[in-house]
């Protein structure tokens, strides 16, 4: 097993996820946000601004066929390699999925689709233990998005077996792959 490979990140620390969230004043350089505005009558202020997310990799689609039983596996020993995970992506988007629908009370029947969409990231914990060292581990981080039309089973199986699908979000009456 090499200690000198990365396989999904990258690390975050809660504070780092908390610092880009919930901000007072537009992100710097980004086109298109509005400028902060003060309610006197409320004192508050108008907007909170959600800064944007880095990007992400991981390796669970791969990790669910890759035998790291095999001599010549780089993962061959790792007690973190987690050929389920790319399954647990899957269920956890399912949920999200279906509560995304449910709380923000989205009508799967709307002609002009969804009114809202869903984007997420999933980082490993660089302070959790399993993070600790230079290896990182197999199968375990992602980010996804879904359109809520894609979570209707009954309406959208003939495209997918599960209600939203990884890495690809519903426009319309249209899919498109990520």
Known sequence: MSDDRISVGPKKTLAELEAATGRLSPEPGVAGQPPQEYDEKLKTNHWKYHRHLDPSWDNAAWAEKHDNTAPDSPYKGDPYFDRTGKK?????????AEVFVKYKKIDLTDPNGPEWLLAWRMYPNENHPRWSNSSQRVAAEGGDYCSARACDEVQYDDRRDNACGWHWVSCGDRRLDA
């Open 88 to 96: 647990q992506n899957d269920e956890l988007k399912q949920a999200i």
